[in-house]
């Protein structure tokens, strides 16, 4: 009916939903993805698509399975297995040992994919969990801190909802740049996101002065800040934070009374030698009981990243170290609405955790691809930056960890003024720009923030080998065409 | 530290989350999940319990699965396919071969479980959906329309996330009782929660006139009714509306300008003879374009109900029929703040809506498993809700579709005494003793919403065949003798 006057409008919605900005996926990857449709489907027919890519290069995301990663053996004999147990009997050929023996682990734990587990996750996955952590950290974990989730991003979710509250101006600490789901899930919130910045100049690097400025400056203007974020390694920096850095990021926490929230996906991810990952727990905690009891943190993980690569799987959690009993009850209570997280994602949580052991049938394989994923991702790492890093106009600095490059680049006024006249922002502009002519996706800087008149681009380094000089040379033609038609 | 004070307290965190209830998981429940680990414990160290009952029934939720309920065996065939795909190679003759059909079709249109999917889904699981929504409704389906999500749980978030805001005062209707999800994500959200009761002397049908009423009410009171939530099968009382109350119901949400929420997530779940589920969206075709264009409808499905009871693998999806661009945009960016929906749920999905064919190798199989668990389902409800009949003091609805019966049980004053001196209400009170005497965990109506003064629990009819007895046995004796000491 033409009449039909909608109940549900942009005017009469949430307006915070309206604010909420996820450019990871927002107008340049939603262009992407319909590009995607148009080849899927022009290949259908046998027709031409009308486009001058083959295919899509999905770098706005870390996603690596979607290019071209192999899954990890292992786990994905467990997943088969855990799905379909009549295997051990009909197919036990087809499955190492060990990889039967965890199935039936789990199996006999009363672990089944079917059924909603414990609203927290199965008891033996997070005491599993538990003893990674302790012996990553050289001291106990409790398995009943850990709450697995759907991805990261849902722990993440729970946080934030947990500490803001729409009566207050509640301010928690972003990096800026900064992963957009912090910013975006505080838009829903209606908490305060209060942005404090990395030095580009030096690689990113956190310096703790800003953080103080940043909590003054929030604090003048009535917010109260109740958080921190910090991701290390950094996400879309690749900066990997140093033991000095940790320890006066948590004496910052103490003074300043603000939860430490440490986004801590990363920590496979590094790439640069003699650089190691070390969780904020270990850093707290070797500065002596009179620091680590006086701090809560809460620390997430997943297995969408590091060499496992499994984002479809959706399996996260938070560890909270420190957390009053009646806080930690209504984080439960928030998981039970949801009932639980997927079961399979737990059982790649396991594997994750707990992976083959010396002397296990799939110990040497495990180790093979592990380590070819993560020598892999270093090379791709090393090549994409050096050949950004000659493309006239651009800076990217080294890539010590993570899964992403975010180097700036230099847009010529005539960029500016063309990005205005079609509204949006200039590094948006380029970057739908550069997707049209070559099918490569990447993220404008504008969805992570940047210092004003700077303009940046994420892209991940995760095309496979024999593609990233494709990728160069197709970003190197592009922008060589598009400077001389802005010039 | 004695003397450190947290930041997270229950008097600094989010109001919101603590006002939050959800007694499927709640206090009782809670109680089990120790009780079992308790009995786990026991018999890892060969030693007795200490405890009246040998194994926990867990009557609390519709987790068919984990009270035995076996898996179909197609769709596991298929998971197990997709999350290793060697399988077809390695082990061929250990699946049917339409089972390595789907799981081919699924992997050559790019569906990969290790990666990240489009935010709303894989676009050749919504348009399998699509397909099976168009069939059973008789009229079309737009695959766009259509959001695929962990569990129907995180759609009906989304949806009320998109309705309810902070700034206003906005309600929400939902049945007295009501699933509590409605209620837990409406205080989460800040939403209103306006109820309209069932009439529980007619089997607790829908009363339209309370419809009007309630909303009355409500709009006396300054809040301005948005969405009607109805749950049909009911949740928890096994209710089926007519197609001339859903009639009834389309017209109330036309004239009072509200978004009808369908929860059809128990569609599968029908045991009365000559009666049949039908959509809101096909009763509100019929009723004619007038009718279809002027009202705006979300339908909730999921793979956790219905025969498959896939619980842990949460997958749902949202379908919207004539919602405006401009909202469904939000929609889709709030699904991709979360990335996607774990692949696996997406999976089992498409075998929901996409079921072996006649001719199909796996046919004969799924479709006996499929009646065996059906007809297995309408006795268990019939034995059960007639043996609990039988007690003195109880009352039971002739269950006719959903999982769940929802008995009210007299209790004697003395026992709301002791309710008072523990400080939980009646219901509860009586839940956790039933618990405590027997195993059996049920949830205590106060979850739920009822009549002041009334008594209900909700269980649900899911043990197995050979133990309904056992669970009738045992609730007629706890109840004798509860009944004996509190007389």
Same mark, same amino acid.
């Given at each position: 009916m033409s009449d039909y006057v909608h109940i549900l409008r942009s005017d009469t919605i949430n307006p915070r939903v309206l604010i909420a900005k996820y450019e990871v996926r927002g107008a340049v990857t939603t262009r992407a993805n319909d590009f995607e449709m148009q080849l899927l489907d022009a290949k259908k027919k046998g027709v031409p698509s009308g486009l001058p890519f083959e295919y899509v290069t999905y770098c706005n995301i870390g996603n690596p399975q979607k290019l071209k990663q192999k899954p990890l053996t292992f786990i994905r004999q467990v997943l088969s297995l855990m799905e379909y147990p009549e295997l051990i009997e009909k197919a036990p050929q087809a499955f190492a040992p060990d990889a039967i023996a965890r199935a039936k682990r789990l199996l006999d734990a009363g672990f089944l994919t079917g059924t909603y587990s414990f609203s927290k996750g199965h008891h033996v996955i997070r005491q599993d969990i538990a003893d990674f952590i302790a012996a990553r950290d050289g001291f106990p974990c409790d398995p009943d801190s850990i709450?697995? $989730?759907?991805?990261?991003?849902?722990?993440?979710?729970h946080m934030l909802s947990l500490m803001v509250r729409s009566d207050k101006k509640i301010g928690v600490m972003t990096p800026t740049?900064?992963?957009?789901?912090?910013?975006?899930?505080?838009? +829903?919130?209606?908490?305060?996101?209060?942005?404090?910045?990395?030095?580009?100049?030096?690689?990113?690097?956190?310096?703790?002065?800003?953080?103080?400025?940043?909590?003054?400056?929030a604090t003048a203007q009535g917010v109260e800040c109740r958080a921190l974020v910090?991701?290390?390694?950094?996400?879309? $920096? &690749? /900066?990997?934070?140093?033991?000095?850095?940790?320890?006066? #990021? #948590?004496?910052?926490?103490? *003074?300043?009374?603000?939860?430490?929230?440490?986004?801590? @996906?990363?920590?496979? /991810?590094?790439?640069?030698?003699?650089?190691?990952?070390?969780?904020?727990r270990k850093v707290a905690h070797d500065m002596g009981d009179d620091v680590f009891k006086r701090i809560e943190i809460a620390s997430f993980h997943s297995v969408s990243k590091g060499f496992l690569g499994e984002c479809g799987h959706r399996g &996260?959690?938070?560890?909270?170290? /420190?957390?009053?009993?009646?806080?930690?009850?209504?984080?439960? *209570?928030? $998981?039970? #609405?949801?009932?639980?997280?997927? $079961?399979v994602g737990q059982v790649v949580m396991d594997?994750?955790?707990?992976?083959?052991?010396?002397? %296990? =049938?799939?110990?040497?394989?495990?180790? !093979?691809?592990?380590?070819? #994923?993560?020598?892999? +991702?270093?090379?791709r790492a090393f090549k994409l930056s050096a050949a950004i890093n000659s493309l006239e106009g651009f800076?990217?600095? !080294?890539?010590?960890?993570?899964?992403?490059?975010?180097?700036?680049v230099v847009l010529p006024p005539k960029v500016i003024e =063309?990005?205005?006249?079609?509204?949006?922002?200039?590094?948006?502009?380029?970057?739908? *720009?550069?997707?049209? &002519?070559?099918?490569?996706?990447?993220?404008?800087?504008?969805?992570?923030?940047?210092?004003?008149?700077?303009?940046?681009?994420?892209?991940?380094?995760?095309?496979?080998?024999?593609?990233? %000089?494709? @990728?160069?040379?197709?970003? *190197?033609?592009?922008?060589?065409?598009?400077?001389?038609?802005? !010039?």
């Open positions: 709450y697995i $989730t759907d991805g990261a991003s849902a722990a993440v979710r740049p900064q992963y957009p789901l912090y910013a975006s899930l505080l838009a +829903l919130q209606n908490g305060v996101q209060v942005g404090y910045p990395l030095n580009e100049e030096t690689g990113w690097a956190l310096v703790p002065a800003e953080l103080d400025r940043a909590y003054e400056e910090i991701i290390n390694p950094n996400n879309p $920096t &690749g /900066n990997i934070l140093s033991v000095e850095c940790m320890q006066e #990021i #948590i004496r910052f926490c103490i *003074k300043r009374r603000v939860v430490l929230l440490a986004d801590e @996906v990363y920590q496979e /991810n590094v790439y640069e030698d003699g650089t190691k990952f070390v969780s904020f &996260g959690y938070v560890q909270l170290d /420190n957390f009053l009993p009646e806080v930690q009850a209504q984080l439960y *209570k928030m $998981t039970s #609405i949801a009932l639980c997280s997927n $079961t594997c994750m955790v707990n992976p083959p052991k010396p002397g %296990d =049938a799939s110990y040497e394989l495990y180790q !093979k691809e592990r380590n070819d #994923i993560i020598q892999s +991702l270093k090379r800076t990217c600095a !080294k890539p010590s960890g993570a899964m992403y490059l975010f180097p700036s =063309a990005a205005k006249a079609a509204e949006m922002p200039p590094d948006t502009f380029y970057a739908l *720009k550069l997707l049209e &002519g070559t099918g490569i996706c990447v993220v404008p800087g504008s969805g992570f923030g940047q210092r004003e008149g700077t303009y940046h681009f994420r892209i991940t380094f995760l095309p496979p080998e024999d593609q990233i %000089d494709t @990728v160069v040379e197709s970003i *190197k033609k592009f922008h060589a065409e598009f400077i001389a038609q802005y !010039k």
